[in-house]
């Protein structure tokens, strides 16, 4: 079920930071604490493969998240101390050395639980014996959530394991959910920054469709 319009779950979880501090992070109390949006974004395990090129690569546009009033947080199922492991990892080595956003550390899967983004492929209950067995690897999809400054999920979109996400999609989606708080204006299809908005009504329709054939 999406949480598309919903609150984020109001759930703590243990995080890591670059400087190997273990603590606890609500995603909702972070968003309205600190009145920013959030992009959460959930990869498989550390210590893979696609998954270091999204982190560094967030890394990368971290500014301009930071630009936008908004936090990024990476998250995955794997513990504290493997993200400080692999925080403490060369790139050159397939390391994620650089990245200072926070990482969730969600081993006992609640909220990964909570969102329904984990690989339960083929799961299935044996009745003599009471056990849930999966094909899966119990482990999160490439999930992305947006949360706006009252904690509300105005994004959520989930790739398979395979696929790496464009950053720039989510900076776009920022920035559109922005001018929409802001002007009240609605963004049509591949709208971006200084381009034309509309009125969210048949003229504004009728207007925009004349003057961007």
């Keep these: 079920m999406t949480l598309v319009g919903k609150q984020f779950p109001n759930l703590d979880v243990n995080a890591m930071?670059?400087?190997g501090d273990t603590f606890k992070l609500n995603i909702l109390e972070e968003a309205k604490?600190?009145?920013k949006k959030i992009l959460l974004f959930w990869y498989p395990k550390d210590f893979t493969f696609v998954c270091p090129t999204e982190l560094h690569a967030f890394q990368a546009a971290l500014g301009e998240f930071e630009k936008r009033n908004t936090l990024v947080v990476g998250a995955s199922c794997d513990s504290a101390e493997v993200h400080f492991a692999w925080l403490n990892t060369a790139k050159d080595n397939g390391g994620i050395e650089g990245v200072t956003?926070?990482?969730l550390a969600d081993t006992n899967r609640n909220l990964a639980s909570r969102l329904g983004i984990l690989d339960l492929t083929n799961e299935?209950?044996?009745e003599e014996t009471g056990d849930i067995t999966v094909d899966g690897d119990n482990v999160t999809y490439r999930a992305t959530y947006l949360i706006d400054e009252e904690g509300i999920v105005f994004h959520e979109g989930v790739n398979h394991m395979p696929l790496g996400r464009n950053v720039s999609e989510f900076l776009r989606l920022v920035d559109a959910y922005t001018h929409v708080?802001?002007?009240g204006e609605v963004c049509p299809a591949n709208w971006e920054e200084?381009?034309?908005?509309?009125?969210?009504n048949r003229d504004g329709v009728a207007e925009y469709l004349k003057t961007n054939a």
């Design 124 to 126: 299935r209950y044996d």
């Design 33 to 35: 604490s600190k009145g």
């Design 101 to 103: 956003y926070p990482l």
């Design 17 to 19: 930071n670059d400087m």
């Design 194 to 200: 200084g381009k034309d908005a509309m009125n969210a």
């Design 181 to 183: 708080q802001e002007k």
